[in-house]
């Protein structure tokens, strides 16, 4: 599930939180990191699990004209395409998000009244009402339709995004890598499916976990031996200047740089760049640029730095 970049933010984070809470130890940041993973994974289920919900909602939606005083013709012979969604019925009643959400205790039980204004929303959207009103019938128009919806509105509605933002600050940025994956979720069901196939949480167990790990703990203990290289580095600048998450930023590409000999330092310095870009100043890629370049040069001459298969670099 988790690709290497987001591994990196993952640990940026806490990292950034740890340096800033003068009275957190190691040990609470290494729990930190590990629940924010876990909380991804929830929000990958909890997303995968409201697109079930909303069958329901739909259900409701379909009884309540019936009972109408007065139902319309339409109140009595309701479109049900939505309801028989086949993609959307192997979601419901898939064992394996059952088993996940019980054992991590998620739900949307409390938050009905979302799940229907959400609903509400979507009725009123284009998608949803070119799939109501195309009268192709078959599997992989469903999914297609499925997934259209999903990415282009529902996980678009403000108020779900308000209540992403509300439950947890780092599900703002998870959510473009959720969906990414609940994408590729639903485009794994086929016409014989009777389960859902879940995504993993790591994509190769063994190297992802110990990339997460080492880069956390090496960035930590080398921290005052690459102070001071930092230092040394950013000409005209005393380390207490340098931006915090700038600082950051800088001690893990050197971390990575040292300790995964395979890694290209393009690669970790492309990436550290971006991030950035992304999370600091206005200036920060500029500045990460050049200090890396400085550091990577002495540090491959002096030794400090080496680089064995494909991470060798001219």
């Not at 992403?164 to 473009?176: G, M």
Request: proline residues 2%; negative net charge.
């Amino acid at each position: 599930m988790f690709n290497r970049r987001q591994l990196r933010i993952k640990v940026l984070h806490v990292l950034y939180a740890f340096h800033v809470d003068e009275g957190g130890s190691v040990t609470d940041a290494h729990k930190l990191l590990h629940d924010s993973l876990a909380k991804t994974y929830d929000l990958y289920l909890l997303l995968l699990m409201l697109i079930g919900e909303f069958q329901d909602a739909a259900i409701e939606r379909i009884e309540a004209g019936r009972m109408k005083k007065q139902p319309t013709p339409e109140d009595l012979h309701p479109n049900t395409k939505f309801v028989n969604n086949k993609p959307l019925r192997v979601i419901i009643k898939s064992k394996s998000i059952a088993k996940e959400a019980a054992n991590r205790k998620l739900g949307w039980g409390q938050e009905q009244d979302l799940v229907k204004k959400l609903f509400k929303s979507l009725v009123a959207s284009e998608e949803y009402s070119a799939y109501m009103e195309n009268k192709e019938r078959n599997f992989q128009h469903d999914r297609e339709s499925l997934n259209r919806m999903f990415r282009k509105h529902i996980v678009n509605d403000e108020d779900l995004q308000d209540w992403i933002e509300e439950k947890s600050i780092l599900w703002s940025d998870d959510l473009d890598l959720v969906c990414s994956i609940i994408l590729k979720t639903v485009k794994t069901i086929d016409e014989d499916s009777d389960d859902l196939l879940l995504s993993g949480m790591w994509k190769e167990e063994g190297d992802d976990r110990q990339f997460l790990e080492d880069l956390f703990s090496k960035t930590l203990d080398l921290s005052k031996e690459h102070d001071s290289r930092i230092e040394a580095a950013a000409s005209n600048w005393d380390i207490d200047r340098i931006a915090t998450m700038d600082l950051i930023l800088l001690r893990m590409a050197l971390a990575e740089a040292r300790t995964f000999e395979t890694i290209p330092l393009k690669v970790t310095m492309n990436e550290y760049i971006d991030l950035a870009k992304f999370y600091s100043t206005e200036k920060s890629g500029a500045f990460v640029n050049g200090v890396l370049d400085k550091l990577f040069t002495a540090m491959r001459e002096d030794g400090t730095i080496v680089k064995t298969g494909r991470g060798l670099i001219e």
